[in-house]
């Protein structure tokens, strides 16, 4: 069992690790704009042109306002997920949103992400750095320094990326996050057995995912040959891939509460964490040559949980805690 959560950490580990250079790679905020120099002087940040920053960012919004007023100076990374970013003075560091308004009537220095939502940008507005949109609209002048430019990544959702390359994948995202909410809503209690078994049997279920999908192909090829049992044949097939669904619903749960647990726990529900799981389950799954490696292990580990769980309608071993929905 030791070896099993060592298994389950080392996974989570390696997910949370291959999210940022997946999000570099997609020319998500840029290498310089993270690496934004920021120097401390006298108990307060200086950035480096000289102007003294009013205030920090302090820490992810949800759902809230965040306004910078014409005299003020913010510095620091700017997330927000269902918010509001209204920027009338200087921003020194870079904005990623989440379905998200972002007005801009000041000056950014960095690079502002934006997933859904809305992006407008005054004439007054001055960026020093990229904007990259994910089926997201643009509106207004678009008044960028040179070197920054505006890129919508989302006319690109269909296309096939090539070995190396970093396609963001809005439609996957998409479908599996409508899934995952259909699920949750659902079968709470059948995600949450899966869940279990994922957490306290790790190794035995990846065994057993492996095992299924090793022998599902030998069992559909004497099914079909039958000729006669093809509904069962196909029955087969719609079973393993609900239950693959399942499976992955279940861990992207255990991921999401993860990351809440670390950024915002007070907002750490189970809607939310299967929702920001599958996230970054499907944003990991797009990186280049290693993406579809985490994909496929997630989904073994997964269909193994559900198995040993008959589809979630019982637990398969005792958990070490109370369960809880």
Known sequence: MQKAGRLLWLLLALTGLLLIPGFLTGSIGG???????????????????????????????????IAIGPNEVLCGQITTFGGTVDIRGELHGNV?????????AGTVNGNITLFGGTIRLANSSQIYGHIDLYAASEQGEQNLQPGGMITDHTRHAWTFAWPGEFSFPIWPLLVWLILGVVLIKLLPEHVMFVRTTVASRTGRSLFIGLLSIVLAPAVLVVLVALILPIPLALILALGLIAAWILGTVAIGWIVGERIMQAI??????????????????VLVGSLPYIGWLIIIGVGLLGLGAVFLSRFGTRLYSQPKQPLRL
């Open 31 to 65: 290498i310089s704009g993270w690496a934004a120099p920021v120097a401390q002087a006298d108990g307060r940040s200086v950035i480096n042109n000289g102007s003294a920053c009013t205030r920090n960012v302090q820490g992810p919004s949800f759902g809230s306002t």
């Open 96 to 104: 990623t949103a989440f379905n998200s308004n972002v007005n801009v």
């Open 264 to 281: 915002a726990p007070q907002r750490n529900t189970r809607l939310i964490a299967v929702v920001v799981g599958l996230a970054v389950l």
